[in-house]
């Protein structure tokens, strides 16, 4: 069993947003469905929670899965390895910023969280121009420099292979962090806000 992570584009100030965020039985009701969902092969009614959020989403955004081979660790890693050396623990690491560019901002709801219990996570508009900004800045020789595999091996990154050569897994994990900086661009030209689930 792994954690997949997965992000739901959202307007975090609309009225369904809002009452799923305070309202348990209403999230649980929508995070069954989409945006949070896949849409379902059989024509089930939506909840009124999920219509009224597919509603403030423009035609084409739906449910993103940006790490289909669960790198975001690594990811993180990358955006500041010397940084991720240094974190003493959780806490830290939760409030670094490689975290919250890769897996959220700031925590949704106290009720929101997957089926293995990690909570759910958003990002507004705003934070998603600086994260992409941010990964646009990489300054690419000087990560490569602090880029080991080894070093996340010893570290414990998620889902690193410890045969994989540092090239190959730096090229790999750059790539992913530019597709999720234009996909971060793309929700940012519409005003969309995200939020993310691991699970």
């Known amino acids: 069993m792994g954690l997949d992570l997965s992000a739901s584009p959202v307007r975090l100030n609309s009225p369904a947003v809002r009452l799923i965020q305070v309202d348990a039985q209403a999230w649980e009701f929508a995070s069954l469905h989409p945006p949070f969902t896949s849409p379902s092969p059989y024509d089930e009614p939506l909840p009124d929670v999920s219509r009224e959020l597919l509603a403030t989403l423009p035609e084409g955004f739906g449910i993103a899965r940006p790490y289909?081979?669960?790198s975001y660790g690594q990811a993180e890693?990358?955006?500041d390895p010397a940084g991720y050396r240094a974190l003493t623990g959780w806490p830290e690491r939760e409030r670094s910023l490689p975290y919250r560019i890769i897996e959220g901002d700031r925590p949704f709801a106290d009720h929101a969280t997957g089926g293995q219990g990690v909570p759910w996570r958003c990002s507004t508009a705003s934070f998603l121009a600086e994260a992409a900004a941010t990964i646009d800045?990489?300054?690419v020789a000087a990560a490569r420099q602090e880029f080991f595999v080894a070093d996340m091996w010893a570290l414990g990154v998620y889902k690193v292979s410890q045969t994989e050569r540092d090239d190959e897994a730096f090229k790999r994990v750059l790539n992913n962090l530019r597709q999720l900086a234009r996909y971060y661009h793309r929700l940012?030209?519409?005003g969309l806000d995200l939020i993310i689930e691991k699970d």
């Open 68 to 70: 289909p081979d669960r």
């Open 77 to 79: 890693y990358l955006l």
């Open 137 to 139: 800045a990489i300054d």
């Open 188 to 190: 940012v030209e519409h």
